[in-house]
């Protein structure tokens, strides 16, 4: 597997995507039992990642860089921007000490509007900025710094939307299926999350409640592409849209053939590392 991960890490490089650093921390002491694996719970949040030393934060954030420069083995390449698995770097204090010493200039975690308050995420950026499309940092990566600083956050675009509507969709749904251990851990993990577990109906009214909700470019239905669309042509100070997507639940293109198709003309793109290096 880590060398068929790596031959996808090249080819895509070679193809002009950009390769930047995701962690999911949980993984580090990952075992494989008899059961499948068996990750550390504990280590859920990258921002509250610990182990033995004080360097730790540090040191894995180093790995991670130093590994896919290794892999990539192009003198050109250089890892400099990062996303935290599950968009958990609270607390952030530490983890961006973390990236300045290792040289990563960029963040792609925080989500305007969105809260978790469970036993594995952990986060509340209700407070951050929902107008900005990016913002510099100093001592927290979810706070606008007064001035320009050599960390920049670029927040995912996201809305409130009742949850019934992201799940209405065939795409969505063929994903569901096609992941189902994933999708139903993750439920079960919301379910907890939101102090809902129990009978049916406490799970159905999980459905028929609003949660921020990020831009999936990969999953989400003509209908939410549109009401998306929708917002930021509203944001006519805004210069800078962040969206996400896991391939890996990518059934059909034609979500993103539509978005693609809607954009151009009127937006262009860019890679981040591209983008960070122009500030």
Request: positive net charge; aromatic residues 10%.
């Amino acid at each position: 597997p880590i060398e068929a991960m790596e031959k996808q890490l090249r080819k895509a490089y070679r193809q002009g995507h950009d390769i930047q650093l995701h962690i999911h921390p949980q993984w580090v002491n990952a075992r494989w039992t008899k059961n499948g694996w068996r990750v550390d719970k504990d280590k859920w949040r990258l921002g509250g990642y610990e182990e033995d030393n004080e360097e730790a934060l540090t040191d894995l954030l180093n790995q991670g860089k130093v590994t896919l420069e290794k892999i990539l083995g192009d003198k050109e390449y250089e890892c400099i921007a990062l996303r935290a698995g599950g968009y958990n770097i609270q607390p952030s204090r530490m983890l961006i000490k973390a990236m300045r010493k290792v040289g990563l200039k960029s963040d792609s975690s925080v989500v305007p509007g969105a809260k978790e308050t469970g036993k594995l995420s952990r986060y509340d950026y209700t407070s951050a900025d929902k107008t900005l499309g990016l913002w510099y940092c100093e001592e927290k990566l979810e706070v606008a710094a007064r001035n320009q600083t050599d960390i920049v956050e670029l927040p995912i675009v996201a809305l409130p939307l009742l949850r019934l509507q992201k799940y209405l969709s065939f795409d969505r749904i063929k994903s569901i299926l096609r992941n189902r251990i994933s999708a139903k851990e993750t439920f079960e993990a919301k379910i907890e999350t939101k102090g809902q577990r129990g009978g049916i109906i406490s799970k159905m009214r999980y459905f028929f409640q609003y949660e921020t909700q990020t831009w999936d470019f990969c999953l989400f239905s003509k209908y939410l592409h549109r009401k998306f669309l929708k917002s930021i042509k509203e944001q006519r100070e805004r210069k800078v849209f962040t969206l996400i997507g896991h391939p890996k639940s990518l059934t059909s293109s034609d979500g993103l053939a539509y978005l693609i198709e809607q954009l151009q003309g009127s937006y262009s793109f860019t890679t981040v590392s591209n983008y960070v290096k122009t500030l």
